[in-house]
């Protein structure tokens, strides 16, 4: 790791020994820094750092390292209740990618990193200046307005803290704005001169907050009398004499025409590319699941005989190239490095007491908005690199990129391979504003509605508990059947389970509770990879929201993540509850929604919501809500984003209302549910005894510790393989609906879940079941016995068992016990 030392020499004695500039400090300082010199009027040396990962290439890990570690000692200082309420700022150019790493080392912490790139259409949060630098303003530029507006910890992170100057010009101006009581303030190295050491606690007592300062390594640069003058001068001599091959490169524009091999990352959509309008722990996430795939296509395209790999960021754009080199370096044989273009014009001297020892110089190629300027890269041209994958942002995929004489042309001249990997520019959109919003009651919670908490999901339906609507299920079927009815306008009588059953069910849970939370997690980390960085969980009443309800629990357990959660209304046939959507529209960005359901059977559901949310699209003109359903169980291959594609029991299909927080399913009927209302559902209060929903809950909930690394591993595969719908469930059915004679593929019902629900609401007449299936199936060889339905066995089924409903009922089908007829 120690580019400190080159052929046994500290790479700032070249600058020591001319200028009479000494380093002074921790034993480990002059490992983490050398010192070179700068075209600069306010400060003519510059400190080096060689784990930073911006002029000198490093191993990505060792650069990681060291901000993920720095985080780790913030949330150390502040606790776990601090530090999951602190926000963490980061300085452009050079802290960007450092700041986010501190960011991921203190936990779920959002970042947010200034810019010196103005953009259209996004607020001003703050600025300042840095006293030192040679471009001075600072933006703020997040996408959510209140990010800073807190009162948890404020965490600045800094490559260096000398005169505390840019420190305390960020407080200051964001203080008159934000106050708070707590700032930390992190740093590669403290390399603060005696007569600043007191200047933070005096700062700090005048504003009446506390700041600490939290550093990897601390010291104090001694400089002489007249060093400004004298580097300035040593600048502009080697500048004009001492250039050579390792010195500056600037190739004349007709030079020969260079090749470059684009990879496409595949970068995840809506993805932001770093911190500059706020990155979430919901984003990292998302990253995180996606760089595995994204560095296995940048090692694809590297020559088979690289040896040594260099990952080039863009002067912002530090982090996702510093990911991605990381993951790069896992998966590769290949020695892999990791540094960033830079705004900083610097003297290269190829000296090995020198910190930097090549630069290339190319132009600006991101329409800057301070207008055309020079660019540079140290240390990469004689480096010995047999590949260098440039990372840059869509906005700095330019002509001035691909020109002779341009980035790409110079690295092309000194390294034979040259790859080049495009991050889309991650600008806001402005979220969704109804023109006018529905006036719709706000979502149902219990304990007035439903037995779950309040916080874990609120019901857009209206109670309808006062109203009679159960009726015998033979009457009902004949009524559906008969097309008399429509199955939502009336409800079953809820069936109650016998002692033998409950235990059952109590058998199912104990054993299936760990496959459960594995299925729930992996589902959960596949919407938070895929689908939203802050989705908005929308479970379809009522098989839905215990999953819905679950994974909720899962991103707060895994992430810390505080996800809202509805239930709403889909019925077959007429589509989901319109005022539903329209409330959400209200309420939420409708691309965050995500619709949740229990499990997959022949995919009816899956279409019904497509077909529904195109009508309502067109009716409305609300545009965003993404049809794609995430289930628990995906048995008839009929989604894409699921947590397993077994057919086994889910125990809330085991029984209805008692563990579904004692709603009932949902109801339409006219004289009930008006234009603009929400379709209704019933709260069963005197089920209570028996009602297990939290129990259920607690029960899968408790084994999320225990399933971590499993979870990680099946969300992993999950993600790399393909899990595009087969419908093969869909298949299987029609032509069972034809073998048995049924001609309705409504009547059939495919999957263990499916099959419960036939033989506890409707009226069985066979079950199929797979040869060979085993204790997943006692609960329905027990309620078919209980019910006189036989059980058939079948060979070839893709799914575990499923429910024939009797065709073409009439109540002559059943005999004086109330029992199906068999046939």
Same mark, same amino acid.
């Given at each position: 790791?120690?580019?400190?030392?080159?052929?046994?020499?500290w790479?700032?004695s070249?600058?020591?020994?001319?200028?009479?500039?000494?380093?002074?400090?921790?034993?480990?300082l002059?490992?983490?820094?050398?010192? @070179?010199?700068?075209?600069?009027?306010?400060?003519?040396?510059?400190?080096?750092?060689?784990?930073?990962?911006?002029?000198?290439p490093?191993?990505?890990?060792?650069?990681?390292?060291?901000?993920f570690?720095?985080?780790?000692?913030?949330?150390?200082?502040?606790g $776990?209740?601090?530090?999951?309420?602190?926000?963490?700022?980061?300085?452009?150019?050079?802290?960007?990618?450092?700041g986010?790493?501190?960011?991921?080392?203190?936990?779920?912490?959002p970042?947010l990193?200034?810019?010196?790139?103005?953009?259209?259409?996004?607020?001003?949060?703050?600025?300042?200046?840095?006293?030192?630098?040679?471009?001075?303003?600072?933006?703020?530029?997040?996408?959510?307005?209140?990010?800073?507006?807190?009162?948890?910890?404020?965490?600045?992170?800094?490559?260096?803290?000398?005169?505390?100057?840019?420190?305390?010009?960020?407080?200051?101006?964001?203080?008159?704005?934000?106050?708070?009581?707590?700032?930390?303030?992190? @740093?590669?190295?403290?390399?603060?001169? =005696?007569?600043?050491?007191?200047?933070?606690?005096?700062?700090?007592? *005048?504003?009446?907050?506390?700041?600490?300062?939290?550093?990897?390594?601390?010291?104090?640069?001694?400089?002489?009398?007249?060093?400004?003058?004298?580097?300035q001068?040593?600048?502009?001599?080697?500048?004009?004499?001492h250039?050579? $091959?390792?010195?500056?490169?600037?190739?004349?524009?007709?030079?020969?025409?260079?090749?470059?091999t684009?990879?496409?990352?595949?970068?995840?959509?809506?993805?932001?590319?770093?911190?500059?309008?706020?990155?979430?722990?919901?984003?990292?996430?998302?990253?995180?699941? $996606?760089?595995?795939?994204m560095?296995?296509?940048?090692?694809?395209?590297?020559?088979?005989?690289?040896?040594?790999?260099?990952?080039?960021?863009?002067?912002?754009l530090?982090?996702?190239?510093? #990911?991605?080199?990381?993951?790069? =370096?896992q998966?590769?044989?290949?020695?892999?490095?990791?540094?960033?273009?830079?705004?900083?014009?610097?003297?290269?001297?190829?000296?090995?007491?020198?910190?930097?020892?090549?630069?290339?110089?190319?132009?600006?190629?991101?329409?800057?908005?301070?207008?055309?300027?020079?660019?540079?890269?140290?240390?990469?041209?004689?480096?010995?690199?047999?590949?260098?994958?440039?990372?840059?942002?869509?906005?700095?995929?330019?002509?001035?990129?691909? +020109?002779?004489?341009?980035?790409? @042309?110079?690295?092309a001249?000194?390294?034979?391979?040259?790859?080049?990997?495009?991050?889309?520019?991650?600008?806001?959109?402005p979220?969704?504003?109804? *023109?006018?919003?529905?006036?719709?009651?706000?979502?149902?919670?219990?304990?007035?509605?439903?037995?779950?908490?309040?916080?874990?999901?609120?019901?857009?339906?209206?109670?309808?508990?006062?109203?009679?609507?159960?009726?015998?299920?033979?009457?009902?079927?004949?009524?559906?059947?008969?097309?008399?009815?429509?199955?939502?306008?009336?409800?079953?009588v809820?069936?109650?389970?016998?002692?033998?059953?409950?235990?059952?069910?109590?058998?199912a849970?104990?054993?299936?509770?760990?496959?459960?939370?594995?299925?729930?997690?992996?589902?959960?980390?596949?919407?938070? @990879? =895929?689908?939203?960085?802050?989705?908005?969980?929308?479970?379809?009443?009522?098989?839905?929201?215990?999953?819905?309800?679950?994974?909720?629990?899962w991103?707060?357990?895994?992430?810390?993540?505080?996800?809202?959660?509805?239930?709403?209304s889909?019925?077959?046939?007429?589509?989901?509850?319109?005022? +539903?959507?329209?409330?959400?529209?209200a309420?939420?960005?409708?691309?965050?929604?995500?619709?949740?359901? &229990?499990?997959?059977?022949?995919?009816?559901?899956?279409?019904?919501?497509?077909?529904?949310?195109?009508?309502?699209?067109?009716?409305?003109?609300?545009?965003g809500?993404?049809p794609?359903?995430?289930?628990?169980?995906?048995? &008839?291959?009929?989604?894409?984003?699921?947590?397993?594609?077994?057919?086994?029991?889910?125990?809330?299909?085991?029984?209805?209302?008692?563990?579904? &927080?004692?709603?009932?399913?949902?109801?339409?009927?006219?004289?009930?549910?008006?234009?603009?209302?929400?379709?209704?559902?019933?709260?069963?209060?005197?089920?209570?005894?028996?009602?297990?929903s939290?129990?259920?809950?607690?029960?899968?909930?408790?084994?999320?510790? =225990?399933?971590?690394?499993?979870?990680?591993?099946?969300?992993?595969?999950?993600?790399?393989?393909d899990?595009a719908p087969?419908?093969?469930?869909?298949?299987a059915?029609e032509?069972?609906?034809?073998?048995?004679?049924?001609?309705?593929?409504?009547?059939?019902k495919?999957?263990?879940?499916?099959?419960?629900?036939?033989?506890?609401?409707?009226?069985?007449?066979?079950?199929?079941?797979?040869?060979?299936?085993?204790a997943?199936?006692?609960?329905v060889?027990?309620?078919?016995?209980?019910?006189?339905?036989?059980?058939?066995?079948? $060979?070839?089924?893709?799914?575990?068992?499923?429910?024939?409903?009797?065709?073409?009922?009439? #109540?002559g089908?059943?005999?004086?016990?109330?029992?199906?007829?068999?046939?």
């Amino acid at each position: 790791m120690n580019n400190a030392v080159n052929d046994g020499v500290w790479s700032g004695s070249w600058v020591a020994e001319r200028l009479g500039v000494e380093l002074l400090g921790d034993d480990d300082l002059t490992d983490l820094l050398g010192l @070179a010199l700068r075209r600069n009027p306010k400060r003519a040396h510059l400190l080096v750092s060689h784990v930073l990962g911006k002029h000198v290439p490093q191993s990505p890990s060792v650069v990681y390292g060291y901000g993920f570690d720095l985080g780790r000692r913030v949330r150390d200082l502040l606790g $776990a209740d601090e530090a999951g309420r602190a926000v963490v700022l980061g300085y452009a150019e050079t802290a960007t990618g450092l700041g986010h790493s501190v960011a991921d080392g203190l936990g779920p912490a959002p970042y947010l990193h200034s810019t010196r790139r103005p953009v259209p259409g996004v607020d001003t949060a703050g600025g300042f200046e840095e006293s030192h630098s040679h471009a001075t303003s600072h933006l703020l530029l997040p996408q959510d307005p209140d990010l800073l507006a807190g009162d948890g910890p404020l965490v600045l992170v800094d490559d260096e803290f000398s005169t505390g100057n840019t420190v305390l010009n960020t407080v200051r101006d964001l203080h008159e704005r934000y106050p708070r009581r707590r700032y930390v303030v992190v @740093a590669l190295v403290d390399m603060r001169s =005696e007569a600043d050491a007191g200047r933070l606690d005096d700062f700090a007592r *005048e504003i009446g907050a506390r700041v600490d300062l939290v550093a990897a390594a601390s010291g104090t640069v001694r400089l002489p009398e007249g060093v400004l003058e004298k580097g300035q001068a040593l600048v502009a001599e080697f500048e004009s004499t001492h250039l050579g $091959a390792r010195g500056t490169a600037r190739p004349a524009p007709t030079e020969t025409p260079h090749h470059v091999t684009r990879v496409d990352l595949r970068w995840p959509r809506g993805l932001p590319d770093g911190g500059r309008h706020g990155f979430t722990p919901a984003h990292r996430i998302r990253l995180e699941n $996606a760089l595995p795939a994204m560095a296995a296509r940048l090692a694809e395209a590297l020559p088979h005989d690289a040896h040594r790999v260099h990952v080039l960021g863009f002067e912002e754009l530090m982090y996702a190239p510093l #990911r991605l080199a990381r993951e790069l =370096e896992q998966v590769t044989d290949a020695e892999v490095r990791y540094s960033t273009t830079t705004r900083s014009p610097v003297l290269a001297v190829d000296d090995p007491g020198y910190a930097i020892r090549s630069r290339l110089v190319f132009p600006a190629h991101d329409d800057p908005a301070d207008g055309p300027g020079e660019r540079y890269t140290y240390n990469v041209a004689g480096a010995g690199f047999d590949a260098v994958v440039a990372v840059v942002d869509s906005a700095a995929d330019t002509p001035e990129l691909h +020109a002779p004489g341009g980035l790409l @042309a110079q690295l092309a001249a000194h390294v034979p391979q040259v790859l080049l990997a495009v991050v889309p520019s991650y600008v806001p959109e402005p979220r969704y504003v109804p *023109e006018r919003p529905a006036m719709l009651p706000e979502p149902l919670r219990g304990p007035a509605f439903s037995s779950y908490p309040p916080d874990e999901v609120g019901w857009l339906l209206q109670d309808l508990s006062d109203v009679t609507l159960e009726a015998p299920t033979e009457e009902r079927e004949e009524a559906i059947q008969s097309g008399g009815a429509h199955y939502a306008e009336s409800l079953p009588v809820e069936y109650q389970p016998s002692e033998q059953y409950q235990q059952l069910f109590h058998t199912a849970l104990e054993e299936s509770a760990g496959r459960l939370a594995r299925a729930v997690g992996a589902v959960t980390e596949i919407v938070l @990879a =895929e689908r939203s960085p802050r989705p908005v969980l929308v479970s379809l009443a009522r098989a839905g929201t215990p999953i819905g309800v679950l994974m909720r629990r899962w991103a707060q357990f895994r992430h810390g993540l505080d996800l809202p959660h509805y239930a709403v209304s889909i019925v077959r046939g007429r589509g989901i509850d319109a005022n +539903a959507l329209r409330w959400l529209a209200a309420h939420h960005d409708p691309r965050d929604v995500v619709f949740v359901d &229990g499990w997959t059977g022949k995919g009816a559901i899956t279409r019904e919501l497509a077909d529904a949310l195109k009508e309502f699209e067109a009716s409305d003109g609300v545009t965003g809500f993404d049809p794609e359903i995430a289930v628990l169980a995906d048995p &008839g291959s009929c989604v894409r984003t699921y947590g397993t594609r077994e057919d086994f029991l889910i125990p809330s299909a085991c029984l209805n209302s008692t563990v579904s &927080g004692l709603i009932s399913r949902t109801v339409l009927r006219a004289d009930l549910v008006g234009p603009d209302d929400f379709h209704g559902a019933k709260f069963y209060r005197e089920l209570a005894g028996t009602d297990v929903s939290v129990a259920f809950l607690d029960a899968v909930s408790a084994r999320f510790p =225990e399933v971590l690394d499993a979870v990680d591993a099946q969300a992993k595969e999950l993600l790399s393989g393909d899990r595009a719908p087969t419908w093969e469930g869909w298949a299987a059915v029609e032509r069972i609906s034809e073998e048995y004679g049924i001609h309705d593929v409504n009547l059939v019902k495919p999957g263990v879940g499916e099959t419960t629900r036939v033989l506890l609401r409707r009226v069985p007449w066979k079950i199929l079941a797979r040869a060979g299936a085993g204790a997943d199936l006692d609960h329905v060889r027990l309620l078919a016995e209980q019910r006189g339905v036989p059980v058939e066995e079948v $060979a070839e089924l893709p799914y575990t068992c499923v429910g024939l409903i009797h065709p073409k009922y009439t #109540r002559g089908a059943t005999g004086a016990d109330g029992r199906a007829v068999t046939v």
